[in-house]
């Protein structure tokens, strides 16, 4: 009989009923969990193509068996089979796909049976040839739960998905024909421990393999390399089971196993000095590599330290996703995410919410991330139901709970990169997490413990939150959060490090809050920095009945119950691009501070590094006056070591001269100062050359927009219409009756310019709660609707005025606006100048969510240059990455692809933008003051309406925004909204914009 949870009453079925996949145990029949290793035993992998059917329950599945039927097909082993046309992928965020009656499952339970006939390799040892030892079955991830026979013999059940299980083969492993059945079914009991926000996907999606083990060979093996900062000196000792001989050449060093040594002079491993020893395992007839890492993980003074060294994280959450293949992610995969990691200035990550394939852990090692490894545990649908019944907290449950805190804890044990244990996510508290925690630091008690739901403390080593507004985590900071009840546990949490497991939720545009929330870690000790959710966009690869590609999200499947593009929220998009985000957090965590004050001719260098000083970086300058290059040379940096910062100052205006001209010198433009550091020298992860980080600032104010001695004569505006009912003012034609702008430098204008405060909503603006986000605010006011009334067209010499008030339908309060144009001639050129006056009247009830005008040319202008911030997109509160400099791309490059179309590529701090055609004519806007530049093939309201980037149909014509101001970006999509200084209020605003022909 199972036992009722503690914490409430819940309605159990008939425990008559429950199969093997619907009990509460871990399995039945798997061996001991152990250590990952690789030896020179003989080993055979079984992936390739396996035979294959699907079953709509587990019942039709064992009449199929009963019945000997046929229906097999070739699927790929490792693979889901949902990516292979069999059933559909479906996701979810927290509600279980299926009601919520533990341990049931639902009858309709998709089971498929996968079967692959095998025969040994000729000289593969067994006990007919003398060799002794035994054979296992090793499988690394299968979802969610499932049952392995050979040769018809029943070898066990499993349940963790992304935990391995062995079963020893026994006297049933032939030498020639040997069939191999694997019966996995989606759902089980384990489905309610693994609510984990990601793809419900079923399938073998990691390695099978055969394992030879020799008689007497290693069953476990367990490195301690421990460091001494003080004394510079390692200590190793090496558990092994049997014992035997372990050898280190490189240091000299031979050990039995369970002996410790003091290892003098040894260099450490850390993340940024990913240093690793060569070493062997040797007993009779096996010899085991190993890979130590010398280092100490402790909490000392309320700080987390390596080596005596404290940390600060700027880590990532990475779910294991690939848009094609789904969790099981190819090795080059894994490589490229820890090679994107390591040039991003990403330093550390959360295996969320799950232990990773062995192999990541590996990569991690080999090219230096701090790994918080993550149980594969999460019950977050519980919390519909005020957590009652959760597995947590339900006795009946512990020994489901403990297996899978030991398979993570001793197959990933030996790997220096990780350097805490979480104990899963989101899943209340309760006496199962308790028992985990104990068990955790029994067996190893040389790392850190962490687990989020523990508000407490009570059984972690660290202070964790998730989403925290930077208000509370400068409380935090400052140790002067609220007071826990217990005077106790208070006192105990109040003396801890805290990070943030979770925080910047990356999903669409954003996220915003980067900058203030670093600045944070970087002024508390206590704040040991955190972890942006998330790594990648989980869109999965498909094509609408078009034929257009596109990447998937919740209910494109047709799924009943879904949560939408809320798997969308990565720094990557699904084909691995990095997004304007990754590139905006790796500006802000720069691990090099460069400050330079171009008044002062002097640079402040600071090494944010937590080890290593700046020997391996190559600093250089550069001059550029209205975006080109005029000088540049190398900047001597002294080594600095963590923490230091030196004032160096950057060549004189002569010295400059010398160092050459790249460009012509422009004495009247707007010059700035870049310093950049990059690596002297290539490393495993990045060329020589790699920008690490790079710091700007200007010099000399912006041109003057007149050149000096040039004549201008103003133009003066008819006083009447022309005979084709037109107002000509210069190189503009206006429509008489509205002052609407027709034709510009010979091109048409398709829409007028006017103003315009709406954007299409991101999903930061949108938010959890369709009822309080700011774009509930701004559709419930109708900003979105904002009508336009012309009050009158007057001319006014040299002026054409236009005054009209712009508001919501059903609203009392609106933007009066003065558009006032004028016309210049130069020499042979014209010139358009539009102002814009806008008095707010009325009490605006919420932020806009843009300002400025908008406007559409019928015309190719496909190409697109301008001086400003770039090469990206940059939006007030996520612009620390965008540059000034002149940059250049089509029209199509300046689209942000995000897998839910919404607010876009605005440029900001633009000087200037040329809008060419194939034919070189075009159009050059300056603004005055700098505006910020969107420009589309679609309207506000298509991209609003998109549902996907291949809605979005080009048209012909060119769609801009100039915008004086915008709303901030924030991260409300899960976390804080946008801060008070980004909010964009309605208030008196006065900008204009200049039309000419390019240059």
Request: glycine share 12%.
């Amino acid at each position: 009989m199972l036992r009722r949870s503690v914490i409430g009453p819940r309605r159990r079925s008939n425990p008559a009923k429950i199969t093997y996949y619907e009990d509460l145990s871990p399995g039945t029949g798997a061996l001991a969990p152990r250590a990952a290793f690789r030896s020179d035993a003989r080993t055979l992998s079984l992936n390739g193509d396996w035979d294959f059917r699907l079953f709509p329950t587990a019942a039709h599945a064992e009449a199929a068996e009963q019945a000997e039927g046929d229906g097999w097909e070739k699927l790929p082993v490792p693979s889901h089979w949902a990516l292979h046309g069999h059933g559909a992928p479906q996701y979810t965020n927290i509600r279980y796909p299926f009601p919520v009656d533990p341990p049931r499952v639902p009858t309709e339970n998709p089971t498929g049976d996968h079967r692959l006939v095998f025969d040994l390799p000729d000289d593969w040892p067994g006990p007919d040839e003398g060799a002794g030892g035994r054979t296992l079955l090793r499988f690394d991830g299968v979802e969610s739960c499932y049952r392995v026979r050979l040769n018809g013999r029943e070898l066990g059940t499993a349940k963790g998905s992304r935990l391995p299980h062995e079963f020893d083969t026994g006297p049933h492993l032939l030498r020639r024909g040997n069939v191999l059945s694997v019966r996995v079914h989606q759902w089980s009991s384990g489905s309610y421990v693994e609510d984990q926000d990601m793809w419900w996907l079923a399938g073998i999606f990691r390695g099978v393999t055969l394992l030879h083990r020799p008689e007497g060979a290693v069953r476990d093996v367990f490195v301690h390399a421990g460091y001494d900062h003080r004394t510079g000196h390692g200590t190793l000792r090496v558990d092994a089971d049997p014992g035997g001989r372990v050898t280190v050449p490189e240091l000299g060093l031979t050990l039995a196993t369970g002996e410790t040594v003091t290892v003098p002079g040894v260099q450490p491993w850390s993340a940024e000095v990913p240093r690793l020893y060569e070493a062997q395992l040797a007993i009779d007839g096996e010899r085991v590599p190993l890979r130590l890492g010398f280092r100490t993980v402790a909490v000392e003074d309320g700080v987390i330290t390596v080596n005596g060294r404290p940390l600060l994280l700027r880590g990532v959450n990475r779910h294991e996703f690939h848009p094609d293949h789904g969790r099981a992610v190819p090795y080059a995969t894994m490589r490229e995410d820890v090679l994107l990691m390591k040039r991003h200035n990403i330093n550390a990550v959360r295996t969320s919410h799950y232990p990773p394939d062995p192999a990541f852990l590996d990569l991690c090692d080999e090219f230096g991330l701090w790994v918080i490894d993550e149980a594969d545990l999460e019950t977050h649908g519980f919390t519909y139901d005020d957590w009652r019944g959760n597995p947590a907290d339900d006795p009946a449950w512990e020994e489901a709970l403990i297996d899978r805190a030991a398979r993570m804890v001793e197959r990933d044990k030996n790997h220096p990169s990780v350097i805490m244990w979480s104990l899963g996510n989101e899943s209340g508290t309760g006496r199962n997490l308790a028992a985990m925690s104990r068990w955790i630091r029994d067996r190893d008690p040389h790392r850190l413990i962490h687990y989020e739901g523990d508000r407490s403390c009570e059984h972690t080593d660290v202070y964790s939150r998730m989403y925290a507004s930077h208000e509370e985590v400068e409380a935090i900071g400052r140790r002067a959060e609220k007071p826990l009840d217990d005077p106790r546990l208070d006192a105990r949490r109040r003396a801890l490090p805290f990070i943030q497991c979770e925080y910047a939720h990356a999903m669409g545009n954003g996220p915003g809050g980067l900058t203030e929330y670093q600045r944070l870690f970087e002024t508390y000790e206590r704040l040991q920095g955190g972890f942006v959710w998330e790594w990648i966009d989980h869109g999965l690869r498909a094509r609408d009945a078009a034929g257009r590609p596109y990447f998937a999200y919740g209910g494109d499947f047709g799924e009943p119950l879904h949560d939408g593009n809320f798997c969308a929220d990565g720094l990557l998009f699904p084909d691995r691009t990095p997004s304007p985000g990754l590139l905006e957090f790796k500006k802000v965590v720069e691990p090099v501070g460069i400050c330079v004050d171009a008044a002062a001719r002097t640079v402040r260098v600071t090494n944010k590094y937590d080890v290593i000083d700046l020997a391996g970086l190559a600093f250089g300058w550069s001059r550029e006056v209205e975006g080109r290059r005029v000088a540049e040379g190398a900047l001597e940096v002294p080594p600095l070591g963590p923490g230091e910062s030196a004032e160096v100052a950057l060549p004189e205006a002569e010295r400059v001269r010398e160092a050459g001209s790249v460009a012509q010198d422009d004495a009247d433009g707007e010059e700035w100062w870049t310093v950049r550091a990059v690596l002297a020298d290539g490393t495993a992860w990045a060329p020589a050359g790699h920008e690490v980080a790079w710091g700007q600032a200007r010099a000399r104010g912006p041109a003057a927009t007149r050149t000096p001695g040039a004549r201008i004569t103003p133009v003066r505006a008819p006083s009447s219409p022309s005979l084709d009912g037109a107002i000509t003012l210069g190189p503009g034609t206006f429509d008489p009756l509205d002052g609407g702008l027709r034709t510009l430098h010979g091109l048409p204008v398709a829409v007028p310019p006017r103003l315009n405060v709406y954007r299409a909503t991101t999903d930061n603006d949108r938010g959890p709660d369709e009822e309080t986000s700011v774009a509930a605010q701004w559709h419930r006011h109708a900003v979105d609707r904002m009508r336009h009334r012309c009050d009158g067209v007057t001319v006014d010499g040299e002026s054409l005025v236009v005054t009209a008030r712009v508001a919501p339908p059903g609203g009392f309060f609106g933007l009066s606006v003065v558009y006032r144009w004028t016309g210049e001639q130069t020499g042979d050129a014209t010139r358009l100048d539009l102002s814009v006056d806008i008095t707010p009247d009325g009490e605006w009830p919420c932020p806009l969510p843009r300002l400025g005008v908008a406007m559409g040319i019928l015309a190719p202008l496909d190409w697109i240059e301008w001086y400003g911030g770039g090469p990206g997109e940059s939006y007030p509160d996520t612009r620390r990455a965008a540059r000034i400099g002149r940059w250049a791309t089509t029209v199509d490059g300046f689209q942000t692809p995000y897998v839910f179309p919404q607010e876009n590529g605005s440029r900001g701090d633009v000087r200037w933008a040329e809008l060419r055609g194939p034919d070189g004519g075009g159009l050059r806007i300056e603004g005055r003051p700098a505006f910020a530049l969107t420009a589309r093939r679609w309207t506000t309201g298509q991209l609003e309406a998109a549902r996907h980037p291949a809605d979005l149909v080009p048209g012909e014509v060119l769609h801009l925004d100039l915008d004086v101001a915008h709303h901030g970006i924030g991260t409300a999509s899960c976390g804080p909204g946008v801060l008070a200084p980004y909010e964009l209020r309605a208030t008196r605003t006065r900008f204009g914009v200049g039309f000419t022909l390019p240059n």
